[in-house]
């Protein structure tokens, strides 16, 4: 028997004493749990999408959808379907595990509630970012904008903005997850502390879809919605042992 | 001891308003561009003050009460978060009033105006949290959180709404804020007393929200001893 199988038949007879898995480790377990159940049934991610489009029709009867001035605020549209459809899969992220006490279950693991608010949070993130890939073009096409000017500048603004939208209503989601009318309070809640980090991504946004390359002024919105994102992670994961443990 | 001292603070304030206003709407003359709708103020600013110490002081009883886990700390942040709230609503309402006669239109989307807004629907949010969950222990601790989430947000509210370039609102006009000059003396000491005669009436709402909080508290105890005593019967 090679030494390699030997530890590591060693390892599988002695459970009590293996080494507990990573924080990253668990995070990712968690993620993957998340995404592979979502991805076999694609309930959520579905019903966001087309959730999506409709928005983007009925935006079409706020406003004329052929005018110049549309330019002057894409941005804050976009982010309001982004915001809107990625709260139909954040809104669900704890409360699909109440079923058959799955949430007891994953609290009573060896596992700290962080790496669990993390692991959610990775798999909506991804989630949020595969609406937005499917929205975006949908946008330029419905309402004439090339959007792909700047396309690098873009896809940062896209992923800090969607970390801040994902972290919160992720959160949010831990925090009602036992609420008796939780479809109520979610976007009582969720949406105004979600007003910073929006205003950051629409005004950066807009700018960029107009095609014109971020200046030295729009950079503080950057480091605000960089400093949200580390500001807010930092917060909800010292304090989700509070919210889901006591 | 409590109702006494509940008593005096609500006398002593009652005593100043009343002495306030007298000075305010009879005492003072008019000012040079704003005419008599200046008189606002009294009650504007002393409302903003309140309400934002308010929501700091409901946060700092809200970690309080996670550090020690005692519901009288909980109960004081909710009472306080509620009265700060009330003031909070009194400024944005007087200061609309003001808008609509000085710019024009009720409301200006200015800087501050939204700032304040948007703190006050979190603490709206906040408020309405309290009332979905009934365990007490898990009522004060998720909004302990939403709290600390809130105080944290109007922070970065505060920031970024500055850099929006929609700020319409009159500098700061105070002493302690300016050093002195902006405004005179006769106009701005009658502001420092109605701060203080609101803060009296403030606190004596707080009184007897705590007051009103206890009470419910001990019912619910009541009821709960009622309850399983009958199942052991």
């Not at chain 2, 200046?38 to 946060?59: A, N, S, W």
């Not at chain 2, 009330?86 to 003001?98: R, Y």
């Not at chain 2, 501050?112 to 979905?132: E, N, S």
């Amino acid at each position: 028997m090679k030494t390699t199988e030997a530890v590591a038949e060693l390892e599988i007879s002695r459970p009590v004493s293996a080494p507990a898995p990573s924080l990253i480790a668990q995070v990712w377990t968690i993620a993957g749990k998340d995404l592979r159940s979502e991805f076999r049934t694609k309930e959520a991610l579905n019903a966001s999408i087309a959730f999506s489009v409709v928005i983007l029709v009925l935006f079409s009867f706020a406003f004329d959808p052929t005018s110049d001035q549309l330019q002057e605020f894409s941005g804050g549209l976009l982010w309001l379907v982004f915001s809107f459809a990625g709260t139909l899969v954040l809104n669900r992220s704890f409360s699909r595990e109440t079923q058959n006490d799955c949430l007891d279950g994953l609290l009573a693991s060896p596992m700290p509630a962080s790496a669990l608010f993390l692991g959610k949070s990775l798999a909506n993130y991804v989630l949020l970012m595969m609406i937005e890939i499917v929205s975006l073009p949908v946008f330029g096409l419905f309402y004439n904008i090339r959007w792909a000017r700047q396309l690098p500048m873009l896809a940062a603004v896209l992923l800090l903005g969607t970390w801040a939208l994902t972290v919160i209503g992720t959160f949010f989601s831990a925090l009602t997850v036992n609420l008796r009318i939780r479809e109520l309070m979610l976007p009582m809640l969720v949406y105004p502390l979600m007003i910073p980090a929006l205003m950051a991504a629409m005004t950066l946004t807009t700018v960029l879809l107009g095609g014109v390359p971020i200046t030295a002024s729009d950079m503080i919105w950057i480091k605000m919605l960089v400093a949200f994102d580390v500001v807010f992670t930092t917060l909800s994961v010292f304090l989700i042992d509070t919210v889901l443990l006591g | 001891m409590r109702n006494r001292i509940i008593v005096l603070l609500a006398a002593i304030g009652a005593a100043l308003l009343v002495w306030n206003l007298h000075t305010i709407l009879l005492g003072l003359p008019d000012e040079t561009r704003q005419d008599m709708i200046f008189r606002i103020i009294y009650f504007h600013v002393p409302g903003g003050m309140i309400g934002l110490t308010g929501f700091g002081v409901g946060l700092a009883c809200s970690v309080v009460y996670l550090v020690k886990k005692d519901l009288w700390w909980d109960a004081l942040a909710a009472s306080i978060t509620e009265v700060a709230l009330a003031f909070a609503l009194t400024n944005l309402v007087t200061g609309s009033i003001w808008g609509r006669q000085q710019w024009g239109v009720w409301w200006a989307w200015d800087a501050r105006l939204t700032g304040m807004l948007i703190c006050c629907v979190v603490f709206v949010g906040y408020l309405m949290l309290r009332r979905a969950v009934d365990e007490p222990n898990q009522r004060a601790r998720l909004s302990a959180v939403v709290s600390i989430f809130g105080t944290v947000n109007a922070w970065f509210v505060y920031k970024a709404i500055d850099w929006f370039p929609r700020l319409q609102h009159p500098g700061p006009v105070l002493t302690f804020r300016t050093g002195g000059g902006r405004m005179d003396p006769v106009l701005e000491h009658p502001l420092y007393w109605n701060a203080l005669a609101l803060l009296c009436l403030a606190i004596v709402m707080v009184m007897i929200r705590i007051r009103q909080e206890d009470v419910s508290r001990e019912i619910d105890l009541l009821r709960r001893t009622a309850h399983a005593s009958l199942k052991g019967l």
